[in-house]
């Protein structure tokens, strides 16, 4: 749990909004059709493909996700990125089941924020400190547990599990 005690200052906000959104959740109500389910994740593991010593051994990540039962997602993630910056990823995506199997495949894009200074170039097409991303994954659950391995192209990878709320 150490590891997460940076991120935990920066999430305040994030709780207050969570206990705000559970106090209208009448509301919300009309928003969740059946078979949504809200998925929070966790960052377990994760490796780069080449050597930079400038490359923290591991990136805390803590994020939350709004899966249709149609596949259409959307979510936020706060982490450290891979210099050891805070950083944040709004994005949206689609979910597709692999058959009849308990694997899918995930592909998201969004604003990632928080690659500064002297990492900047790190990402494409970064400006202050705001650029795209694009992440493929693939993923496994076993009823409201699930894992995924985030695909970062050619940079590494990493390994989430998280719990799903229906």
Excluded: C
């Excluded at 009448?26 to 059946?34: K, N, T, V």
């Excluded at 780069?48 to 400038?54: L, N």
């Excluded at 706060?78 to 709004?90: R, T």
């Excluded at 690659?115 to 990402?123: L, P, R, T």
């Amino acid at each position: 749990m150490a590891i997460f005690s940076s991120l935990i200052p920066r999430f305040r906000g994030a709780a207050i909004g969570v206990a705000l959104l559970a106090g209208a959740s009448p509301a919300l109500a009309d928003i969740f059709e059946p078979g949504d389910e809200i998925s929070v994740q966790a960052s377990v593991y994760n490796m780069h493909y080449s050597r930079d010593d400038h490359y923290i051994k591991y990136s805390p990540l803590l994020g939350v996700e709004w899966r249709r039962d149609n596949g259409w997602l959307v979510g936020a993630a706060a982490f450290q990125n891979s210099f050891g910056q805070f950083s944040q990823l709004v994005y949206g995506g689609y979910l597709w089941n692999l058959g009849k199997t308990n694997f899918y495949g995930k592909l998201t894009g969004g604003i990632l924020h928080g690659y500064k200074g002297e990492y900047q170039n790190k990402v494409p097409l970064n400006y202050k400190g705001f650029s795209p991303g694009i992440l493929p994954s693939l993923g496994y659950k076993y009823g409201q547990f699930r894992t995924e391995v985030q695909f970062f192209w050619t940079s590494g990878f990493m390994v989430t599990v998280g719990y799903s709320f229906k």
